[in-house]
């Protein structure tokens, strides 16, 4: 009896244990089984910008992560993209495709902009075939929300920014290696493209989509609800924001906030995703070297009167006067642009627009002090400047139009104030050539009304 019942304990034990191990099994099947959709965006080098799509692309796949979804990201990267991006990009739990650049048969078009030259490695994304649904996805899209529901569109689906035109920057695609052979086709004999880039191939090879139903629910009994798949301006509760801006004004760029309002929330998806870590040290030696400047240009005040006395001036007031308005007009120009091109251009807007004004600020302060100048003639555009900034990022506009209006207004008041101080400038740098030409004894025409007045 008590061996029949050990035995017994020990039949249910077993049987226990090989449940448990087969559901282990099931849920490890589960893990390991491959995702049948994927959220894809491409990478390649070549353009002067290299740097910034690759931070652009990381940020993007790591908002995707954050969201939870429930599909592969992958990057189709060419060949030569460095091999710490790749690895970079594969530590974030990105799939790496990696491609040989199709070459690009539209490049002697006269419209066409070299900057376009590999964007047709896009179409690799027909060549996926691993996944049944692929949203691919140009670098400058921020993902606020989960947006899976994409995946149960049809064999191609895309935003239209125009009644005529989709745009290629963000759409869904059912890979298939019969498309993605005969697209190639198309690119050999060199099928009609307005842009020679895959804006314009893909218009012209799906050119009755306008005409076709835009979604098409796939067989696993699915239901389409409520999906806006359209360009919505101005941007309210979505769920991707997409910046199809002119090339030097994406949201990544320091300068473009707040003209680019939206700009702020990518760089927030950054702050929380990827951080600064590789621009903050620059910015920091850069704030360290102005506050410097400052510093020196107030404890030595340079002038150029005592640069000039005890020389022997061989050419003319009039002579001198023109260069030193040259010379000056120059300076006070080099001193907003050089802060401009020397920050970081990836950093977050709230460092970058502080560290510009800061450069702009002290190096200004060396025109004032070695033409003798007054400061604020010189200021005034570094506070138009300022007051520019708060009238754009103002929050409470009714829509687009009352801000640019806004914006129109203050342009509009602020240009008789700077074309002033310019004018006030060039008078104060009369007074200072002819001050130092009686004190020389240069020979001056208005030496004795200088004297008597």
Same mark, same amino acid.
């Given at each position: 009896?008590?061996?029949?019942?050990?035995?017994?304990?020990?039949?249910?034990?077993?049987?226990?244990?090989?449940?448990?191990?087969?559901?282990?099994?099931?849920?490890?099947?589960?893990?390991?089984?491959?995702?049948?959709?994927?959220?894809?965006?491409?990478?390649?080098?070549?353009?002067?910008?290299?740097?910034?799509?690759?931070?652009?692309?990381?940020?993007?796949? #790591?908002?995707?992560?954050?969201?939870? $979804?429930?599909?592969?990201?992958?990057?189709?990267?060419?060949?030569?993209?460095?091999?710490?991006?790749?690895?970079?990009?594969?530590?974030?739990?990105?799939?790496?495709?990696?491609?040989?650049?199709?070459?690009?048969?539209?490049?002697?078009?006269?419209?066409?902009?070299?900057?376009?030259?590999?964007? +047709?490695?896009?179409?690799?994304?027909?060549?996926?075939?691993?996944?049944? #649904? &692929? !949203?691919?996805?140009?670098? %400058?899209?921020?993902?606020?929300?989960?947006?899976?529901?994409?995946?149960?569109?049809?064999?191609?689906?895309?935003?239209?920014?125009?009644?005529?035109?989709?745009?290629?920057?963000? =759409?869904?695609?059912?890979?298939?290696?019969?498309?993605?052979?005969?697209?190639?086709?198309?690119?050999?004999?060199?099928?009609?493209?307005?842009?020679?880039? %895959?804006?314009?191939?893909?218009?012209?090879?799906?050119?009755?989509?306008?005409?076709?139903?835009?979604?098409?629910?796939? @067989?696993?009994?699915?239901?389409?609800?409520? +999906?806006?798949?359209?360009?919505?301006?101005?941007?309210?509760?979505?769920?991707?924001?997409?910046?199809?801006?002119?090339?030097?004004?994406?949201?990544?760029?320091?300068?473009?906030?707040?003209?680019?309002?939206?700009?702020?929330?990518?760089?927030?998806?950054?702050?929380?995703?990827?951080?600064?870590?590789?621009? &903050?040290?620059?910015?920091?030696?850069?704030?360290?070297?102005?506050?410097?400047?400052?510093?020196?240009?107030?404890?030595?005040?340079?002038?150029?009167?005592?640069?000039?006395?005890?020389?022997?001036?061989?050419?003319?007031?009039?002579?001198?006067?023109?260069?030193?308005?040259?010379?000056?007009?120059?300076?006070?120009?080099?001193?907003?642009?050089?802060?401009? =091109?020397?920050?970081?251009?990836?950093?977050?807007?709230? +460092?970058?627009?502080?560290?510009?004004?800061?450069?702009?600020?002290?190096?200004?302060?060396?025109?004032?002090?070695?033409?003798?100048?007054?400061?604020?003639?010189?200021?005034? @555009?570094?506070?138009?400047?300022?007051?520019?900034?708060? !009238?754009?990022?103002?929050?409470?506009?009714?829509?687009?139009?009352?801000?640019?209006?806004?914006?129109?207004?203050?342009?509009?008041?602020?240009?008789?104030?700077?074309?002033?101080?310019?004018?006030?400038?060039?008078?104060?740098?009369?007074?200072?050539?002819?001050? %130092? $030409?009686?004190?020389?004894?240069?020979?001056?025409?208005?030496?004795? =009304?200088?004297? &008597?007045?």
């Amino acid at each position: 009896m008590g061996w029949s019942a050990g035995l017994w304990w020990w039949l249910v034990a077993a049987a226990a244990w090989a449940a448990v191990g087969a559901a282990e099994g099931e849920v490890a099947v589960e893990a390991a089984a491959p995702r049948r959709h994927a959220y894809a965006a491409m990478m390649y080098m070549g353009t002067p910008r290299d740097y910034e799509f690759y931070v652009a692309t990381r940020v993007m796949m #790591r908002s995707l992560g954050r969201l939870s $979804a429930t599909a592969d990201r992958v990057v189709i990267a060419s060949l030569d993209v460095p091999p710490r991006w790749v690895q970079a990009l594969k530590d974030d739990g990105v799939k790496v495709v990696s491609v040989e650049n199709l070459k690009n048969p539209y490049e002697k078009q006269e419209n066409f902009n070299m900057r376009f030259k590999l964007t +047709l490695n896009k179409l690799y994304a027909w060549s996926l075939v691993s996944y049944e #649904r &692929v !949203v691919m996805l140009d670098s %400058d899209n921020i993902f606020l929300q989960n947006t899976d529901e994409l995946f149960q569109c049809g064999q191609f689906c895309a935003v239209f920014i125009n009644p005529c035109i989709f745009h290629t920057g963000l =759409f869904v695609l059912q890979p298939s290696m019969a498309v993605f052979k005969n697209m190639l086709r198309e690119l050999a004999v060199g099928r009609e493209n307005p842009d020679g880039a %895959d804006q314009g191939f893909l218009a012209s090879y799906f050119p009755d989509l306008l005409d076709q139903p835009m979604f098409h629910p796939p @067989t696993n009994g699915t239901k389409l609800e409520d +999906l806006k798949l359209r360009w919505s301006i101005p941007c309210g509760p979505n769920s991707v924001i997409t910046f199809p801006s002119a090339p030097w004004f994406k949201p990544w760029y320091w300068w473009s906030w707040p003209v680019l309002p939206l700009g702020l929330s990518w760089h927030e998806q950054r702050r929380e995703n990827l951080g600064y870590s590789s621009e &903050v040290p620059v910015v920091l030696i850069q704030a360290v070297l102005y506050i410097g400047v400052i510093a020196v240009t107030r404890l030595a005040r340079p002038s150029l009167s005592k640069m000039c006395y005890n020389r022997r001036m061989e050419k003319s007031t009039m002579f001198l006067l023109s260069l030193l308005r040259v010379v000056a007009a120059w300076s006070i120009l080099a001193a907003y642009i050089i802060p401009f =091109f020397i920050i970081p251009r990836t950093v977050h807007p709230l +460092l970058g627009w502080p560290l510009y004004l800061l450069g702009s600020f002290s190096l200004s302060s060396i025109v004032i002090n070695i033409f003798l100048l007054h400061p604020f003639s010189v200021l005034t @555009t570094w506070f138009g400047i300022i007051g520019a900034l708060f !009238v754009m990022s103002f929050p409470w506009y009714l829509n687009g139009v009352v801000r640019a209006l806004a914006v129109f207004a203050y342009a509009f008041c602020c240009a008789p104030l700077i074309w002033a101080s310019l004018v006030k400038t060039m008078s104060s740098l009369q007074v200072l050539v002819e001050r %130092d $030409a009686f004190r020389l004894g240069e020979p001056n025409q208005n030496a004795e =009304f200088t004297k &008597v007045y």
